[in-house]
């Protein structure tokens, strides 16, 4: 039976031949949802408009892309980062291996397919030398052909693009981060692609919500304010995540809560204490969880944070209850860490009940 619905819904592609946009990368998730959201109002997704996500490392999988992008009317590949993203530089590259299967996908496609490739990625930028696809670039850097500049944090982001001498102003509510922005630039490049204008794609990018754990506010107990960015955790997210933090403007405090990070490998306790060193300027109160996060507080100390405002616990359990009662109304609080300490727990715990 199931056989006989996959021959439908092949036969139904083959047939329509709708648009495909495959998005890949370490920000594929988000990018992913703030494309849907773009063309939503405009397309009937997963009929006009496929929007997948991938990390192109199942055979089985790669195999029914090109199936796909061989019964589409107009493929978009998008590759959105492979490197991490540093919080204080917008150029960056990452590994040259973590794009072999995307290079190879890009070659299969047809002459008249787009790349969207994120320009501040060298990694990324590199790989529109090895076809001649239509291309358009995103970024912060000048040289992108959507760049986002002038940014600003309240209960969400503000940015302007600038693209072929427009600059139209862009609103993303309720998230933060240098991801975030991209994912907005990534639809932003594939509305335009599809026929969209500006003006379009700015209206219907303000409907678009990060999805839970990454840097998307939540209300939290207390009427207060929840940065979940439990999803994951590298050194750069979270010190850009402080840094964040530190700029919100709005808050009565600001309270980091911090979790180990996991897979740094040797330089775990430097890692660890650079994060320190950054939360006296950026945090009025902080908590740490787990045996690594251990090294942020003695850091944040060593740098001058009163020892009244660090509390350290190496599991969630025995530190939820102090965290609670320190939550006053008007806080900010970040919540991250590896998804393997768990986080999202504290988040759970703590975020308005609706």
């Not at 408009?49 to 990390?55: A, H, R, T």
């Not at 970024?139 to 302007?160: C, H």
């Not at 001498?165 to 609103?171: A, E, H």
Request: with cysteine; hydrophobic share 40%.
């Amino acid at each position: 039976m199931n056989e006989f619905f996959n021959f439908l819904k092949d036969f139904q592609i083959i047939f329509k031949k709708p648009k495909i946009v495959i998005v890949t990368g370490e920000g594929r998730v988000c990018a992913k949802e703030a494309i849907k959201c773009t063309l939503k109002p405009y397309f009937r997704i997963g009929q006009d408009v496929l929007v997948l996500d991938s990390e192109l490392k199942k055979e089985e999988e790669i195999k029914r892309l090109k199936f796909l992008i061989k019964n589409s009317q107009l493929p978009i590949l998008v590759v959105t980062h492979v490197g991490d993203i540093p919080f204080d530089k917008d150029f960056f590259a990452g590994e040259i291996e973590k794009t072999y299967e995307i290079r190879k996908l890009a070659k299969a496609l047809p002459y008249f397919s787009y790349l969207v490739l994120n320009f501040d990625d060298e990694t990324v930028r590199e790989i529109k030398d090895e076809t001649n696809l239509n291309e358009i670039t995103f970024g912060f850097q000048k040289g992108s052909d959507f760049r986002a500049e002038e940014i600003r944090l309240n209960k969400g982001i503000n940015f302007k693009v600038s693209y072929k001498g427009n600059i139209v102003p862009f609103w993303i509510e309720g998230t933060f981060g240098k991801e975030q922005i991209y994912s907005g630039l990534c639809a932003i490049a594939v509305g335009t692609i599809l026929g969209l204008n500006l003006v379009e794609i700015c209206q219907s990018l303000k409907n678009y919500s990060s999805i839970p754990g990454k840097m998307k506010l939540i209300e939290g107990i207390k009427n207060s304010w929840i940065i979940d960015d439990t999803d994951s955790a590298t050194l750069f997210s979270m010190i850009e995540a402080i840094e964040i933090l530190g700029k919100i403007d709005w808050a009565k405090r600001k309270i980091a809560v911090l979790g180990d990070i996991i897979g740094i490998g040797k330089y775990t306790i430097e890692a660890h204490e650079a994060i320190g060193e950054r939360i006296v300027k950026n945090a009025d109160l902080l908590f740490t969880f787990g045996q690594r996060a251990k090294f942020i507080s003695q850091k944040a100390f060593e740098k001058g944070m009163n020892s009244e405002k660090i509390f350290h616990f190496n599991t969630i359990k025995e530190g939820i209850s102090k965290l609670k009662d320190e939550i006053k109304e008007g806080d900010l609080i970040l919540v991250d860490g590896s998804r393997e300490m768990k986080m999202k727990e504290i988040v759970d715990e703590i975020k308005k009940i609706l």
